[in-house]
């Protein structure tokens, strides 16, 4: 009898041991999720950024808790909290699972591939003199190399890098304030005043102040239609366009000028008969920069972004 006892024990024990490796061996997305839930303070957040459902991220945790038998968040009013065993699991996980993405990033980045999907966001002027040329060159390095390019305003850029939907993004460093982002400086797009040709008569300057033209702008959510409220203009704005292309067919028409970065190439104005006049006052400048996320930017986003970087050092941007 006893010896049928031990026996029971022994396969109870060994059940046990078999379910818990079973349930460990399917933990590391559990922990992840739960690291990112930590990181986010919101179910729904983090849902957002992992691109799952709210439900099933809900589902998870709880599998999670079950294992540890421990509540690991506790719900605010502005979403979770971490729990006393929360704080503990992710002290001890966070800081392991960095390493471990690093250590994985290393090896893709010196043993991975050089072909396949890139998505980038920019902003709509850079487009014509920046983002062109440095895609070319990318491409011609590269390979085969898909890519899919979003234009936008800088808060627009911000937003698809903070969420995935993007992989890089190239945007004015004032809509940037994020801790989920690396940012590096590239250059600084000093503005000038674009109006039609014939209105040119030989300017070598203009003081904006001196004279009462009206403006075309981009929407309110642009950092280049901050700028212009910054600088006093805004009331001047008679017209909003969220594409270059339509703000320069604006000017065009003759309604209005504008304001804009002066690396526009002189060819890209030349098809709507405008020229670029410097201004002298006011100075207004924004500089450019590049964003990734910090943790788990692709391969080839990180590719970009260091030849983003060299090529403006190299002062060729």
Do not use: W
């Not at 997305?29 to 739960?34: E, P």
């Not at 589902?59 to 038998?69: C, G, P």
């Not at 502005?78 to 090896?107: F, N, P």
């Not at 911000?158 to 992989?167: A, P, Y």
């Amino acid at each position: 009898m006893a010896a049928g006892l031990d026996m029971a024990a022994h396969m109870r024990a060994d059940d046990f041991e078999a379910g818990v490796a079973m349930k460990i061996e399917y933990l590391d997305t559990k922990i992840r999720y739960f690291l990112k839930i930590a990181e986010t303070g919101s179910l729904s957040k983090a849902a957002e950024e992992l691109g799952i459902g709210q439900s099933g991220l809900s589902r998870q945790l709880a599998m999670l808790e079950s294992f540890v038998r421990k509540p690991l968040f506790v719900r605010t009013g502005r979403g979770v909290k971490l729990t006393d065993a929360g704080e503990k699991l992710q002290l001890e996980t966070r800081s392991r699972y960095e390493k471990i993405d690093i250590a994985l990033m290393h090896i893709r980045d010196k043993h991975g591939i050089t072909e396949g999907h890139l998505r980038i966001a920019s902003i709509h002027t850079l487009g014509s003199y920046f983002v062109s040329d440095l895609l070319g060159t990318f491409i011609g390095r590269q390979g085969r190399v898909n890519l899919s390019i979003t234009a936008g305003g800088s808060p627009d850029v911000v937003e698809l890098v903070e969420k995935r939907k993007v992989d890089i993004g190239f945007a004015y460093d004032s809509a940037v304030a994020s801790d989920l982002l690396e940012s590096t400086p590239l250059f600084e797009d000093t503005m000038c005043v674009i109006i039609q040709r014939q209105d040119a008569d030989d300017q070598t300057g203009m003081n904006i102040f001196d004279s009462q033209f009206p403006l075309i702008g981009f929407p309110e959510t642009f950092a280049l239609r901050n700028m212009i409220k910054t600088a006093g203009l805004d009331s001047r704005v008679i017209a909003e366009a969220n594409t270059l292309e339509a703000m320069l067919r604006l000017v065009a028409s003759g309604i209005g000028r504008c304001i804009l970065p002066n690396r526009i190439p002189e060819e890209v104005l030349a098809e709507y008969n405008l020229v670029k006049i410097p201004l002298t006052a006011p100075v207004l400048k924004r500089r450019v920069v590049a964003i990734i996320r910090r943790n788990g930017a692709p391969l080839l986003a990180n590719q970009l972004f260091e030849m983003a970087k060299s090529v403006a050092k190299s002062g060729l941007a």
